[in-house]
């Protein structure tokens, strides 16, 4: 027995049979007397909800795990290039992808036996979100064996907001590049102030927006944040439960060898009691043997010296 399909067979299982599962595997390896292995099993953890739906999708459509890991890299090399046409096509593709792949997470969830509502399919999305944006959550994600749905809490980090907003500079009309550079009499003029007053103001608007998405960032950083806590601690709890029937497996397990170990006990002593008793018993036999022996030997002595006619010395002192 190996570590990886035995990981790869219990994490193909619904979460709520997990548990019974790898304990169950554990036990076999301690009987097989391969200690390591069954620590090993135990400390196997009981995936989420929404990371076996993760887990899910990655075993029943594996067709569909090499397409968005293609994707990532696009999208990465797009943020690394600050391609603003390009990021721009990639997102609404990422956008559909992640969305069909969400939903089709969800069905393979309805015909696996478990169905899953929008909360479970919004953190499937997530995890999908965090498989594009990083190399390592790519590779995690692609094994099948998730034990709680990946975080894209910090997205893409080598561009802003604003590279979506980039755009090629717009040419210059000769007849506008003329007013702008020798000016025009009357209201030309005038216009030419104002259109100079939107330049300077574009700046400023442009960095309040970039300061006002910096601040939405952050407030969804911070829910980010409160959520992994209270993930963590459902995980705490869920693990706090698993060490429990792991305590309570070897319980019993330790109980049923008390009782082979009792019972075994019982049967010496009685095998024990019965030897002793057979042992006395072959003592009497000896003695009788014995007794029966020196009486045979005597009574012969006796008839021997009867047909010789001499007594032994012993019986005429007697006399």
Known sequence: MDLDPVADELYGLRPEEFVAARDRRALEARKA??????????ALRRPSLAAWVGNLLVRRRPEEVRPLLDLGEE??????????????????RQGEVIGALGRQARRLAAEAGRPVGEGVQ???????HAVLADPE????????????????????PEADGSVLDRRPAAPVATGAKKHAEGGEPGGHGAERKRGEAEREDE???????????GAARDAERGLRA???????????????????????????????????????????RTDEQEARDRARQA??????????AEAT???????????????????????
């Open 33 to 42: 007397g391969d200690q390591a292995l069954a620590r090993e099993i135990g």
């Open 75 to 92: 999208l990465r090399r797009a943020h690394r290039e600050l391609d603003g046409p390009q990021l721009r096509k990639l997102v609404r």
């Open 122 to 128: 919004r953190e499937v999305e997530e995890t999908l």
């Open 137 to 156: 959550a790519a590779r995690e994600w692609a094994a099948g064996r998730l034990v709680k749905p990946l975080s894209a809490t910090f997205g893409f």
């Open 203 to 213: 700046p400023a608007h442009r960095r309040r927006l970039n300061e006002a998405r």
């Open 226 to 268: 409160r959520e992994a806590e209270a993930e963590a601690a459902g995980r705490e709890v869920e693990e706090a439960r698993d060490r429990v029937a792991e305590a309570e497996e070897r319980v019993r397990e330790l109980r049923t060898r008390l009782r082979d170990a009792e019972d075994e006990q019982r049967r010496s």
């Open 283 to 292: 003592d009497r036999v000896v003695r009788e043997a014995r007794r029966h």
């Open 297 to 319: 030997a005597a009574e012969a002595e006796r008839l021997a010296d009867a047909r010789t006619g001499r007594a032994s010395p012993g019986r005429t002192r007697g006399r």
